[in-house]
């Protein structure tokens, strides 16, 4: 059976169901590291990326990288964002 998509009941006509589908989230799927949310902590605190880098022992690049999209940090980098942004791990991530 495929559970990939939610059908719900819209009207019975003649006995026949008529039936809409919806996508259903995965809630297994990988979630991504979100540079987004990154950049937004990283303003809520009024930090330039050099400060932030300087925070958590890494360069202003691979700050900027990171928000970007064009690299992800490392796992030890993870929890130093977060401690050092003041926000828990799974924040950084969708």
Known sequence: MDYSALSICKGIDRGVCFVYS???????APKRFSGARLRK???????SPRM???RIGC??????????????????TIPALAKALRR????FYE
């Not at 919806?22 to 297994?28: F, R």
Request: no cysteine; aromatic share 8%; glycine share 12%.
């Open 41 to 47: 902590a990283r303003m809520r605190l009024s930090l």
């Open 88 to 91: 828990p791990i799974g924040y």
């Open 22 to 28: 919806a996508p259903v989230p995965d809630e297994t």
């Open 59 to 76: 360069t202003r690049i691979s700050v900027y990288n990171w928000e970007r999209g064009s690299s992800v940090p490392g796992g030890d």
């Open 52 to 54: 932030l880098g300087e």
